[in-house]
Structure formats: C-alpha cells, structure tokens
C-alpha cells in the first residue's frame, strides 16, 4: 500500500472518530441542557434599580454552572432576574410542602399534635435530625414541620409527604400558581434515581412576597413560617459575605452539581434574593459565585453610592 493511500485512510479515520466524539456530546443531556440554559438567558430588570448589571452579569457568567437569578425589593417592588425557568429544586420545595401543611392545619384537617410513626421507607440521606431514631417512633407534625425545616430534615420531610399527599400537595402548587414546581419523588431515597423535584425562581420569589405579606396561608400561620424558616441552617451560602446581624428567613437545596438559596434578606432595605444553580462543573468555583451574587446585591441596595452604573 502506498504512503498517500495510508495517509488517507489514517485521515479518513480521524474525521471519522472526530465526527463520532462531536455526535457523542452535542447529544448528551448535559450538553444539551446546558444549550437550552444558555439559549433562555434573558437579563430583565426595572430601569432604576441600583445594581451593578455588568458586574452581576459577569459574576453569574463565571459560576461554571446554569446559574439562575432573582431579586426583588420589598419596598420598591424593583426586580432583576437573568433566567426565571424550571431548575432542579434539590430540596427547595420545603417551603411550598410546609404552607400545604399549613393550610390543611388551618382547615381542621391536620393538627400540629397529631403522630406520625417512622417507617423504613423514607429513612432518608440528608436526615440530620432523624439519622438515629428507630423504626416506629411516634412523632408530631409539629415536630415534622420543624425539623424539615430548621435542619432540613430529608426524613421529616419524607414522612409530611406521606401524610398530606403527594398529588395533593401537587393540586395545592398548581392551585397557588407556582407554574414551575412540582414534586416528583421524596427526597434522599437511594431508589430515587434520577428523578428531580423542580422549581423555578420565578416561583420562590412569588412564594416568599407572599409570605412577606401575609398572603400566603393566614396571618398567623405565615408568622410561624416565617419564624421557622429563620432558623433554616445557614450553610455558607447567600449569607457569607454578608453582616452577622442580617436576618434571613430563607430555604437552601443542595445536591450533586446544584446549589440553591433563597429567601427574604431583611436588610435596611428588605429584598427576596433566590440563586439556582445547575450541573456545576467546579462546587468551590460555584459556591463562591452564589456568595459574590449576594454581596452585591446586598452593597447595591444597601448603599446605591457603592456602585454607578
């Protein structure tokens, strides 16, 4: 064989795995996820609004993840948000399980003293409340509420499931209006796969103004959310870089290749502040964005003489 004939056959070769490498990813789902996030950014925002759009951009550029924004005054009703669909909630609908418990207390058909026993089935990963409780212990709804809430309790939350409903809790979502979240599955089960809950921060920004006004459930009953949801761990992430002293009645969700928080920053100037983040390449890198994406907001509004735009 001559050398051009092998020349050409190695050449052949080449373009032929080079098209095969390019097929295998262009039509993987990460890719093609990733794809679609980049392909629904759309930066919106009030024309007056004191932040640093630029800088916000280009931090939210650098996140090595799908990285979904929002904010919101409480005094101004000013907004700003870079992608309001659907994310993996990875532990977000937490606040939307509690108020659908709420509701139910408010309507006679649960009672915060009523027990629930502990089954095997959603002993769950993610439980630090409920890692080491025994198989069959009785525990309240209150205490249920409690603990989903201020240790983020995957077992907790599991058994709330369990006894308001899965559909249920669904009709309620859909019902309020939330048109991006769903529950799909419980949460931290080993046969759970790959099925993700989803919510949108769209939607936890709609819930949490609600709540901020008492619109959510009834005035007393979005007080005692609110006081539950301040206690909700602070895990290093909306809250770094900001005052010790800042209060915030807020929900984290974490999993392989997500982070997410949100909630009410009550700041001089109160504001709702949710990050979501997907299919993170880098969790250091990530986080960290989160972290930055706070802090600006927070110098922004708090001092509108930090940065000019």
Known sequence: MSTNRKLFLVLICFLLLAGATYYTITNSAKY??????????????????????????????????????????????????????????????????????????????????DKLKVIAQNKAEGSPAFKDIPIGTEVTISTLLDKMITANDNTATNMLIDVLGQDEINGYIKEKGYADTVLNSKLGLKDSGEVYNYTSVNDLVNFFTSLYNNKCVTPDADKAMLELLVKSPKAGKLEALLPKEIKMAHQVGEAKGIINDGGIIYARDPYILVVMTDHSVDTDRTLKTVNQISSIIHNAVTDKEVFKK
Do not use: W
């Open 32 to 113: 093609k996820s990733e794809e679609q996030h980049k392909n629904n950014i759309q930066v919106t925002h009030t024309v007056d609004t004191p932040l640093p759009y630029p800088l916000l951009n280009n931090v939210i550029a650098q996140s090595g993840a799908g990285c979904s924004v929002y904010y919101k005054s409480l005094t101004s009703g000013d907004v700003f948000y870079n992608y309001s669909g659907q994310m993996p909630a990875a532990g977000m609908l937490r606040p939307f399980i509690l108020a659908r418990a709420m509701n139910e207390i408010k309507a006679g058909d649960l009672h915060p003293d």
